[in-house]
């Protein structure tokens, strides 16, 4: 257990559903990132907070919207899916911003 | 572009051998880099970091090498085992305002018993 809780582990939707996926940081941890991996591809950085603010972005879609509340724990919303979502989403959590990451893992999602 | 490459998408080694996974990292702003391993259906598992200020450092049966004048990380695997087979992602601390970490597209290493 890396201390990074992700949920739920599954998720099945259909296309242009909405969905909610979510993360708590291990303790102590203040940033947390999401990315995002499809089949035997890399990890793609999506979004970064830190203690409740947005610090960074990536190549995140528009329908894609997060936020992190004041407990630390983090959402990363999902709309207007598509086949192409499909993918495992991984949140990390590091005590500063740039810190070695602990991943949780994942939410596998399946858009069908 | 961000970007961190690897050079081999696959590789195959014998129970007992060293492996040599390489990666080469675009951004000479950054200043810090990991080593990531990922088995089927888990998150990635931090292996062993590195400063930019640093060459080579060493953990239990791994070292990191960093040569910074042609912008390559390896990572060495001692007397590789069965449980060393999954993918291995080498990342690289982007600091280009807000700090992120990118991470290459990943190498698989297979142990061939």
């Known amino acids: 257990d890396s201390g990074v809780t992700q949920t739920p582990k599954h998720l099945i939707t259909a296309t242009g559903q909405r969905v909610t996926l979510r993360c708590s940081p291990r303790?102590?941890?203040?940033?947390v990132y999401w990315y995002q991996q499809s089949l035997d591809q890399g990890l793609q950085f999506l979004i970064q907070y830190y203690n409740g603010e947005e610090r960074a972005k990536g190549n995140i879609l528009e329908r894609f919207s997060a936020q992190q509340f004041p407990d630390l724990h983090s959402e990363l919303n999902l709309s207007s899916l598509e086949l192409g979502d499909s993918a495992l989403y991984f949140c990390a959590s590091s005590r500063t911003p740039g810190g070695g990451y602990t991943f949780g893992s994942g939410t596998r999602l399946t858009v069908v | 572009g961000e970007s961190v490459g690897l050079h081999l998408p696959t590789l195959s080694v014998q129970e007992g051998d060293n492996s040599i996974i390489n990666c080469a990292y675009s951004n000479s702003a950054s200043d810090y880099f990991i080593w990531y391993k990922q088995e089927s259906g888990k998150g990635p598992q931090f292996i062993i970091d590195i400063r930019s200020n640093m060459d080579k450092r060493q953990g239990q049966r791994v070292t990191v090498l960093l040569n910074k004048t042609v912008k390559h990380l390896s990572l060495q695997i001692a007397a590789t085992q069965p449980g060393d087979s999954a993918v291995y992602f080498c990342?690289?601390?982007?600091?280009?305002?807000?700090?992120?970490?990118?991470f290459g597209q990943g190498t698989r290493l297979t142990i061939n018993p």
């Open positions: 990342a690289e601390n982007l600091v280009q305002g807000a700090q992120k970490l990118v």
């Open positions: 303790s102590g941890d203040l940033s």
